[in-house]
């Protein structure tokens, strides 16, 4: 069973950065897919980045050049840096994980999911 423990969320202005981690545990192989999710009130839960196992990554375009996914194979910890952040990127982060050949955008392919992390952002 894999277990996965998001942090570093918080209220930021906009313009501002946040660095999100998510400490996965339990039995993951690494090749898993691993991504990170968001969701806001009221929206569906859609992909923000996503990285496979030889570090190959995905980015939604309305986040692309502004955050960052990277993962720390030895310590299993995932990480999401986020720059200029808008208020657009307000809601709630998620981390996932499974056991994909293709680590897409698409929440439905992900079997694992932390808890969440709030991100809100102010203009």
């Known amino acids: 069973q894999v277990q996965l423990v998001e942090s570093g969320g918080g209220s930021v202005q906009a313009g501002g950065s946040l660095r999100l981690s998510c400490a996965a545990s339990g039995y993951i192989y690494r090749s898993y897919c691993m991504g990170w999710f968001r969701q806001a009130p009221g929206k569906e839960r859609e992909g923000v980045a996503t990285?496979?196992?030889?570090?190959?990554?995905r980015y939604a375009a309305s986040v692309k050049g502004r955050f960052t996914i990277s993962k720390d194979n030895g310590e299993n910890i995932l990480y999401l840096q986020m720059a200029s952040l808008k208020p657009e990127d307000t809601g709630m982060y998620y981390c996932?994980?499974?056991?994909?050949?293709?680590?897409?955008?698409?929440?439905?392919?992900?079997?694992?999911w932390g808890q969440g992390t709030q991100v809100t952002v102010s203009s």
């Open positions: 996932a994980a499974d056991r994909a050949t293709w680590c897409l955008l698409s929440p439905q392919e992900y079997s694992y």
């Open positions: 990285i496979n196992r030889d570090g190959t990554t």
